[in-house]
């Protein structure tokens, strides 16, 4: 099993910055795709950024909206997996998801993470 815990959301105004940590804990080995989604209030959870680990190569992918604003990255020391969000805009207002997969594929597809953290809340004031 394969548990995961965001921290690092909060309150921050319109062109600010956030880093999201993901602590991923149990057994990592097996783990294809490590990403991180978001959803809105009474919208669909979307894909925001994911990377495949070392054993896959270790490319990363955005989405279309982040347009060079984010950094996913991960620390394999620390069993953690980041998302660095710089000039942050109302429109990301969002709880974000951290998850994770061990199964490759499309890595905007939800059903290839298997493991999901609780959220934790980004909030942008403009």
């Known amino acids: 099993q394969v548990q995961l815990r965001e921290s690092g959301g909060g309150s921050v105004q319109a062109g600010g910055s956030l880093r999201l940590s993901c602590v991923v804990s149990?057994?990592?080995?097996?783990?294809?795709?490590m990403g991180w989604f978001r959803q809105a209030p009474g919208q669909e959870r979307e894909a925001v950024a994911a990377?495949?680990?070392?054993?896959?190569?270790?490319?990363?992918y955005y989405g279309d909206f982040v347009k060079g604003r984010f950094t996913i990255s991960r620390d394999t020391a620390n069993n953690t997996l980041s998302l660095q969000m710089n000039r942050l805009q109302p429109e990301d207002t969002a709880t974000y998801y951290c998850?994770?997969?061990?199964?490759?594929?499309?890595?905007?597809?939800?059903?290839?993470?298997?493991?999901w953290g609780q959220g934790t809340q980004v909030t942008v004031s403009s």
């Open positions: 149990g057994y990592t080995g097996g783990l294809v795709f």
């Open positions: 990377l495949f680990t070392p054993g896959g190569g270790g490319t990363t």
């Open positions: 998850a994770a997969g061990i199964y490759g594929g499309i890595w905007r597809d939800q059903s290839r993470y298997q493991y």
